[in-house]
């Protein structure tokens, strides 16, 4: 019997709600599969925790989350609640920093039965992978940027040999893995190489590490024109690896090709540390009546699960995230699932009862 601990931040909003169905599904799968066991070992962070206490999360808690197999967060943030500097509450973010997260991979997929903005009809192949760089970029200027005399605003943008090499090394590792499962096997870098130096330089080492992955087709986009693709011929893609706001812009549009940010997980990935959360904020419109779509928690738990049992190499683990990934297709195929968020009748409770109880038949 294998033994985790795994660091849950439910934080703010909806992150509450969404988490505990998403334990329902965890200890359903953990049920069924049986040879292993997650503890669950909650941390208080977030906005609500910053109004209690004048701190997004304790110094203690971090060595807690850092101690744990992996960090499972449900969402952060509440808009009426920031920084003198107005800044967002945002934990997972110092969470990033301090155990290198380089590695953002945010699936963006199609599901049966979804809303499709796109009428092409090649729009249900959907199926690739924007791999944000969670550390630097333009993200690295957080708390560091200045105003001077109420008249000149500036942060700056920074990119390292060390960690796009970390990076473009895992694109390649995640492109070769989903060929394997009838991926393109291809690693598109998007930048805007034409106009800055730092994205220049981006560029360089990506084409010297392509040079060392010859059997993964790479190839190159600038984001402006990456973003006209994405509306045009999303199905054509495989991994897009961008700098940390690039990404951060793109995966959101991604989200909306496959119905919402409801559908759009994210695992954070360093060297031997992983967060995983659903890609979507907290959303306090909607928090407490029972209207949150939890399937990015759930698909965002699955990634967890895949993450884990490589990094543990205990294959239940990875039956355990097939069992989760097959239940959330089979739930819209046969319309056993259909979340407010996507124009259906079924709410948070509902949805979650319906993918425990296919679970239950697979």
Known sequence: ?????????????????????????????????????????????????????????????????????????????????????????????????????????????????????????????????????????LFASRGKGKVTNDTIAEDTLVITRDTCEKLFDFAFRLARKRKKNGGRGEVTCVDKSNVFRSYAFFRKVFKERANLNKDIKSTFNYVDAQALYLIQRPWDFDVLVMENLLADILSDLGGGLVGGM???????????????????????????????????????????????????????LETAARLIYAAVHEGFASLKTQPNELGGTHGLSEHTDAILAIIDDL
């Open 1 to 137: 019997m294998k033994e985790l601990t795994i660091a849950l931040l439910p934080g703010d909003g909806i992150g509450k709600e969404i988490v505990s169905s998403c334990l329902k599904v965890l200890n359903r799968v953990q049920d069924k599969v049986g040879n292993f066991y997650i503890n669950f070992d909650e941390v208080h962070a977030g906005a609500e925790y910053y109004q209690r206490s004048g701190r997004e999360i304790d110094e203690s808690d971090i060595m807690r989350c850092g101690e744990a197999d992996a960090m499972l967060l449900g969402a952060m943030g509440l808009p009426d609640i920031n920084f003198p500097d107005g800044t967002e509450i945002a934990p997972h973010l110092k969470l990033r920093d301090k155990f290198g997260l380089f590695a953002g991979v945010r699936p963006v997929k199609s599901y049966p039965n979804t809303p499709q903005p796109l009428v092409d009809s090649r729009a249900r192949l959907i199926d690739f992978v924007i791999l944000r760089e969670s550390t630097e970029g």
């Open 262 to 316: 409801g559908m759009a997980p994210c695992g954070e990935i360093g060297l031997s540390h992983g967060l995983f959360q659903p890609a979507h904020g907290s959303a306090p419109d909607i928090a407490g009546t029972d209207k949150a779509n939890p399937t990015a928690m759930f698909l965002s738990a699955a990634m967890m699960l895949d993450w884990l049992s490589e990094k543990l190499n205990y294959n239940d």
